[in-house]
């Protein structure tokens, strides 16, 4: 139907600074984001990860020598909730899509950023963005940055956001820049360590979620993983080639199998979490990293992106370059299922794709749910909490979670 009973409340483009896509509720989230400094708790942890090949039927030729889905070890940035780091924070489907990438780091020009980085891997590493300066810590009398974090000690970054950090106003709300660890800036990537920072203007932010509400973010990291450059290198090998291990290091077809052409460490459109609503605005920003070999031709099929420098443009490719992080705009107009690719043959080819959803005409309200009570005697029992079940296909159901610190989302 073209019209719903329920118009006042669907106008997006009416009422959209007032709407929150998530239905969030102001006092869900336990860290406050109100104060001037912003605090995060990152560390760098050690995981296995399979660059999304266990979900993908195109993986055969990566198979490893004793049959199964290679495993590579990796060290990746995670967030904790606070300086205990006894509890990471939940991934909801807000932030499903980073895949590898360590959290988003939000914040607003003139804000402080501190970051309390503790390495919980098995060798030294580092927190390091364009945006700190050499020292790491900009308040008077603080220790000189230290470039080497030994395993599970922990290290203070604190730096205040400058104007030249944040969007010029002829830009978007918010700019992409990146953090990463530099003991061994290629090494350190190609093992994983990598995570976007967001600077946006004044007031912008939610006080209380510490995002842009109104905005839908996703933020996508293009580069060609090489396992061969990974401090695990020798550990995965023994991994993932059985004794007797008969493998020439030099050997060209090796090579190319322990190089992953991927989107936030997924290739082969096995990257989860790019669903939108239709009409729903859309930030997505693109990161690279790497050498020459690391330029991207990025497309999306089926719809056009906006790009603002002094003028605003409508554009379809985006040529990303390494060390290049832009911020691009899109309204989906077009529901159903879409690709996001880099138009490089060799990466095409090696797959670096991913898969994005535009789903449903119209936001869908749950205004009302039914529910059976029963009285015994003088008490009268119903329901007060319930939970969400979906299916994208009627057929698989899933629990609706949303950015709930648990495994599904709790209504009340």
């Known amino acids: 139907p073209d019209k719903t009973d329920y118009d006042d409340t669907l106008s997006i483009e009416t009422k959209r600074e007032d709407f929150d896509i998530y239905g969030e509720d102001e006092n869900q989230d336990p860290r406050s984001f109100q104060k001037r400094t912003r605090h995060y708790f990152i560390a760098a942890v050690e995981r296995l990860w399979d660059y999304g090949m266990s979900r993908s039927p195109h993986a055969l030729r990566n198979r490893s020598q004793n049959g199964g889905v290679p495993q590579f070890k990796k060290v990746v940035f995670e967030e904790f909730t606070d300086g205990s780091f006894t509890q990471a924070v939940y991934r909801g489907q807000l932030n499903e899509h980073l895949g590898l990438l360590g959290p988003y780091i939000r914040a607003e020009v003139e804000d402080n950023i501190m ?14 963005s364009s945006l700190i300066s050499y020292n790491g810590d900009q ?45 061994d800036l ?75 052409h991927a989107i936030n460490g997924y290739v082969m459109d096995t990257l989860p979490g790019l669903v939108m609503a239709q009409h729903q605005r859309i930030r997505w920003y693109l990161l690279s990293m790497g050498s020459n070999e690391n330029i991207h031709s990025i497309h999306f099929s089926g719809h056009v992106f906006t790009v603002r420098k002094t003028e605003e443009y409508k ?38 794709s991913t898969l994005f959803l535009v789903d449903l005409l119209v936001p869908m309200i749950i205004h009302s749910i039914l529910t ?39 209504c009340n």
């Open 139 to 183: 308040r008077q009398g603080a220790e000189p940055r230290k470039k080497f974090v030994k395993p599970n000690e922990t290290q203070s970054y604190f730096w205040k956001v400058q104007h030249h950090m944040a969007p010029t106003k002829d830009e978007f709300d918010c700019k992409a820049w990146a953090y990463f660890s530099d003991v």
């Open 186 to 260: 290629e090494k350190d990537v190609h093992s994983g360590l990598i995570g976007p920072i967001l600077i946006c203007r004044a007031d912008t932010l939610s006080a209380a979620h510490g995002r842009q509400v109104t905005v839908q973010e996703f933020a996508l990291f293009f580069t060609i993983f090489d396992e061969t450059k990974s401090w695990y290198f020798a550990e995965n090998m023994a991994r993932n080639c059985g004794a007797p291990c008969h493998v020439q290091l030099d050997d060209p077809t090796f090579q190319e199998k322990y190089r992953f």
């Open 372 to 410: 059976q009570g029963a009285r015994q005697k003088f008490s009268s029992l119903y329901i007060s909490q319930f939970i969400i079940m979906y299916s994208l296909d009627g057929q698989r159901w899933q629990g609706y979670r949303g950015n709930s610190t648990g495994t599904l989302m709790v």
């Open 315 to 352: 554009m379809a490719v985006y040529n990303l370059y390494p060390g290049v992080f832009e911020t691009v705009e899109m309204l989906p107009s077009k529901v159903g299922t879409w690709r996001i690719e880099c138009l490089i043959g060799e990466h095409l080819q090696a797959g670096m």
């Open 115 to 128: 970051v309390t980085f503790k390495n919980q891997a098995s060798r030294p590493y580092s927190f390091y």
